[in-house]
């Protein structure tokens, strides 16, 4: 065979070898991004059980003129209704006004008052939507839409949170700001105004539902959060 014949018979080799690695190469890619796509589907369409509230923690920080506090409370009561996926999960948790505590029985004299507690004895979040902004594994960063009942007023409102998720168990954690004016909560100011608490304050939520059937034994995430307000 000619030298010149036998150099193209051996770069035509080369060459159809080169297209062959190139064509598996791109069907491995093209592979994984679909097996990833339908893996983030089937995480994404994981069905929601219904619960109740197991455990939480409500708590608020609040400013005066004399420092700044944190009130909070563990008595919390609600339940979520479950779907096929975060946007059909609907729900409400509730806690009495008077189970909040600043640390200062004089101060948690004062917010039971402003607060009417007598009057408007509970403080309640009602959830009516669910938008899934982006997820990791069993956490998902979402847009919460509901309203708050507070001192006898209605307010629609919205802000970001996370859920993490489990087959038994659900874990809601978010930051928010509200305003007790908002709500028409006065008796902010004492002694002529000397002592006044100001009408900004930062909500936290940090809870978790369970399914009737589930146990701390059974879900790592029960017993493990507390709703934050």
Not at 2 to 12: C, D, F, I, K, Y
Not at 48 to 70: E, N, Q
Not at 133 to 142: L, N, P
């Amino acid at each position: 065979m000619p030298a010149r014949l036998g150099n193209q018979v051996h770069e035509g080799k080369m060459t159809a070898a080169g297209h062959i690695r190139k064509t598996r190469l791109m069907f491995g890619v093209v592979t994984a991004l679909v097996l990833g796509a339908v893996s983030g589907r089937a995480e994404a369409q994981l069905p929601i059980a219904s619960g109740k509230v197991v455990s939480g923690t409500l708590s608020f920080d609040g400013h005066s003129t004399v420092g700044d506090f944190t009130g909070t409370t563990t008595t919390l009561t609600g339940e979520m209704t479950g779907g096929p996926d975060l946007s059909s999960v609907r729900g409400w948790v509730e806690a009495p006004v008077s189970t909040l505590r600043t640390g200062k029985d004089k101060r948690d004299q004062d917010m039971n008052k402003s607060m009417e507690s007598n009057k408007y004895p509970t403080i309640r979040y009602e959830l009516t939507g669910v938008g899934a902004d982006t997820q990791a594994g069993d956490t998902a960063q979402v847009t919460l839409r509901g309203r708050f009942l507070i001192h006898g007023v209605e307010r629609e409102v919205e802000f970001p949170g996370s859920v993490a998720m489990d087959h038994k168990a659900v874990r809601v954690r978010a930051t928010v700001p509200l305003n007790l004016k908002d709500y028409r909560v006065g008796g902010l100011s004492k002694m002529l105004g000397v002592l006044k608490m100001h009408e900004d304050i930062v909500v936290h939520v940090d809870v978790t539902f369970a399914s009737e059937t589930a146990s701390d034994r059974d879900s790592p995430l029960a017993g493990s959060a507390a709703m934050g307000y």
